[in-house]
């Protein structure tokens, strides 16, 4: 079991930055890839950032963020963050972290989720 806690969302105007944070808890030493997704009202859950956990840390965007947000994890490996620059209106949305385990194909674990709007 692996257990997540986000945090940090607000309210910020076009141009600003946020960061989130996930707390993880549980088996951490079994997680393989941690994720961001966000979840506009009435849209799917997009993808946004994703971090290899044993592999030396290795991140991936898509092109809809690429260069205004990262992902980052603490020393201890038990907290990842997500930095976002430049937001815009299109970017007002509840923003999840996951987990997905070593041996696994798919993001099991959720957290509760933090909201995120970018108004002026």
């Known amino acids: 079991q692996v257990q997540l806690v986000e945090s940090g969302g607000g309210l910020v105007q076009p141009g600003g930055s946020l960061r989130l944070s996930c707390a993880i808890s549980g088996r951490t030493s079994s997680i393989y890839r941690m994720g961001w997704f966000r979840q506009a009202p009435g849209k799917e859950r997009e993808f946004v950032a994703g971090?290899?956990?044993?592999?030396?840390?290795?991140?991936y965007y898509p092109d809809s963020v690429k260069g205004r947000f990262t992902m980052a994890e603490d020393n201890a490996w038990n907290t990842v963050f997500l930095q976002m620059n430049n937001l815009n209106l299109e970017d007002t949305a509840v923003y999840y972290c996951a987990a997905q385990l070593v041996g696994t194909n798919h993001f099991e674990y959720w957290g509760q989720g933090t909201q995120v709007t970018v108004s002026s």
């Open positions: 971090i290899y956990w044993n592999e030396h840390g290795s991140q």
